[in-house]
């Protein structure tokens, strides 16, 4: 059975791409930049890579600009919409449509996992970095770019008082979708915040090895790594 987040996204999948840079004024793509450049001087030309959550495919895309293009690159996302734009926007990826919780993939495969704005939408974000450990080859790279819980009072401001009003009304306007946009909204105010993901992440047993807000905390950027001795 479909899910009705998985419906919502196969039905914004057209215009996905272009509210994102819209509403965010472009800096989604500064915000991906940055996550990658994270990973400079980290992992090798040949490192084997995941987009989870990967929707259109624009993490990877990123990742092939920002640093030498991976050995293998798959994006992997639910909505057979999205993985449908990020085969037109580029045929140099594999795509598989899976569930985040339960990859198809052996243990210890990948050296870099991204995840942009992905976490979010899993209906146990515990379960994902489980599963995101899983598949991470020890000593490699999770990379979460997300807009969680407002934690500041900038955040608190924007996402508690802007965001309900525009975001609906924009993303309506363009994609047709209103409730789409909503849901973005509570989806965010409902999530964890930083500093609770963080910890989350080094009960699991990750290093956190840097934690950057974008945009006074509109969004965050998170690198992390599998410790060499996790299996």
């Not at 999948?13 to 965010?24: G, I, K, Q, T, V």
């Not at 050995?71 to 140099?92: N, P, Q, T």
């Not at 939408?121 to 515990?126: F, V």
């Amino acid at each position: 059975m479909v899910s009705p987040i998985r419906k919502m996204f196969d039905g914004i999948a057209h215009r996905y791409d272009f509210l994102n840079h819209a509403l965010s004024l472009f800096r989604d793509v500064a915000w991906r930049k940055a996550s990658c450049r994270m990973l400079r001087n980290k992992v090798p030309p040949s490192a084997n890579l995941l987009d989870l959550c990967g929707g259109t495919g624009d993490f990877a895309k990123t990742y092939a600009q920002e640093l030498e293009k991976p050995k293998c690159s798959v994006i992997g996302d639910f909505s057979y919409g999205m993985l449908y734009r990020s085969v037109l926007k580029s045929k140099e990826s594999f795509v598989v449509q899976m569930d985040a919780l339960k990859t198809p993939f052996p243990g210890a495969l990948f050296d870099v996992i991204l995840n942009g704005f992905g976490m979010r939408n899993l209906p146990d974000a515990s379960l994902g970095l489980d599963e995101v450990k899983r598949i991470l080859k020890p000593g490699g790279y999770f990379v979460t770019l997300e807009f969680f819980a407002p934690s500041n009072w900038f955040s608190r401001f924007f996402y508690n008082v802007l965001a309900p009003i525009f975001i609906p009304i924009v993303g309506a306007f363009f994609s047709g979708k209103k409730e789409a946009y909503e849901y973005l909204v509570r989806s965010v105010r409902g999530f964890l915040t930083i500093e609770n993901y963080v910890l989350l992440a080094q009960q699991k047993g990750f290093e956190v090895e840097e934690v950057k807000a974008c945009d006074f905390g509109i969004a965050y950027r998170v690198l992390m790594k599998k410790k060499e001795e996790s299996l």
